[in-house]
């Protein structure tokens, strides 16, 4: 069964930083290509970056250059930089295994001074 789970959410000031991660275990195929979504209040849940097994990687163009996704087979872990944070990137951030269409919990992302 596969499993995955987010980390690294929190209050930031407009401008800061944050890292988001997530850990997928279970099936190999669930590695193959990695989304991060995210929700604001009231909002449709959207497509924020995603990377394939190669490493090819697609943006929103919201977060074009200001947003990183990346990843650690090894590890099973894949990572969200998010750099200068805007209040309108206040939203739960879920991480998605596209291979068995698993969702984490979501971690919570708050944009404001």
């Known amino acids: 069964q596969v499993q995955v789970v987010e980390s690294g959410g929190g209050l930031v000031k407009p401008g800061g930083s944050l890292r988001l991660s997530c850990v997928v275990s279970g099936s190999t195929v669930s590695l193959y290509i990695l989304d991060w979504y995210r929700q604001a209040p009231g909002k449709q849940r959207e497509l924020v970056a995603s990377?394939?097994?190669?490493?090819?990687?697609n943006y929103a163009d919201s977060v074009k250059g200001r947003f990183t996704i990346s990843r650690d087979s090894a590890k099973r872990t894949f990572y969200l930089q998010m750099n200068s944070l805007k209040p309108e990137d206040t939203a739960v951030y879920y991480c998605?295994?596209?291979?068995?269409?698993?969702w984490g919990q979501g971690t919570q992302v708050t944009v404001s001074s």
């Open positions: 998605h295994a596209s291979g068995s269409n698993s």
């Open positions: 990377i394939n097994f190669g490493g090819n990687t």
